[in-house]
């Protein structure tokens, strides 16, 4: 769990409130992303010699999230939606090509992905002068399934408000930031899921996120194993919110490691 904040970031600029000047690290929550590291040694996807390492979202934090979690590599990134907290920290993705010498294969929805060649022109069709500090990356549709380093990556349509944005589901694990509604097509890709991360903005209802009561609504219909929940505001204090929360849900944190079989 690389960010595990919303938009904004916590502490928020500028802000006094008591989570904003909390002194609890798990209050700390940097913009909203995952790296997912893959065990074993399944087919390579496209561009990559190894792949273990794959990140969803490139969030505005993303240099920072990289050197506090001791990253060296990322062989591919998925993004879930093209919203600033998400993808503003593409730039920084020319470390790892710096590092690896090799382009990066970055996975999104043709929305998604015609939203970054034009947020990002300069990575995808500006000049690239040799020797430039421009990002090489790669930039495949999303259409429906797909495999990478030996797992099946599913992604789930979701919606964020009116926005249509994808979740994504690595065999019994489900990352489900930006979300308001789970469309019916939907829920059946998520059966059987054992842990899954959610977004939860806070406690007071909100046009595009769910909040803690329709999070923990999804909760009892999928009944995990465990739940997370991410995307959270100043408004909710770690120790305070999770001692309210059920057996087997609890806000995620930055740093915090999953691991999923
Ligand atoms: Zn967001
Ligand atoms: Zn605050
Ligand atoms: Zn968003």
Redesign the pocket.
């Known amino acids: 769990m690389l960010g595990s904040g919303t938009s904004h970031g916590v502490p928020a600029i500028g802000c006094d409130c008591a989570v904003c000047r909390s002194t609890d690290p798990r209050d700390r929550r940097t913009r909203p992303s995952i790296l997912i590291e893959l065990q074993g040694d399944g087919p390579l996807p496209p561009l990559s010699r190894a792949v273990r390492s794959i990140l969803v979202d490139t969030s505005t934090d993303l240099r920072a999230q990289a050197l506090a979690n001791n990253i060296r590599r990322v062989d591919a990134v998925l993004f879930t ?1 093209s ?1 600033a907290d ?1 993808v503003l920290g593409l730039d920084e993705t020319r470390a790892f090509n710096r590092v690896q010498q090799q382009t990066i294969a970055c996975y999104a929805s043709a929305e998604t992905g015609a939203d970054l060649r034009r947020m990002f022109e300069y990575i995808f069709s500006g000049p690239r002068q040799p020797g430039g500090g421009v990002p090489q990356l790669q930039l495949f549709s999303i259409a429906g399934r797909f495999t990478m380093g030996g797992v099946e990556i599913v992604p789930v349509p979701l919606f ?1 408000g009116e926005l249509p944005v994808l979740g994504f589901r690595v065999g019994r694990f489900a990352y489900l930031t ?1 979300c308001s509604r789970i469309p019916d097509a939907s829920w059946p890709l998520l059966d059987g899921v054992g842990t899954i991360i959610l977004d939860a903005l806070r406690e007071t209802s909100h046009p595009t996120h769910f909040n803690l009561s329709e999070a923990l609504a999804v909760v009892s219909r999928l009944k995990p194993d465990r739940a997370y929940f991410t995307h959270i505001c100043h408004e909710l204090s770690h120790e305070a919110t999770c001692a309210r929360l059920p057996a087997g849900v609890e806000l995620a944190y930055d740093g915090l490691v999953l691991e999923i079989d």
């Open positions: 939606h919203h998400h964020h930006d």
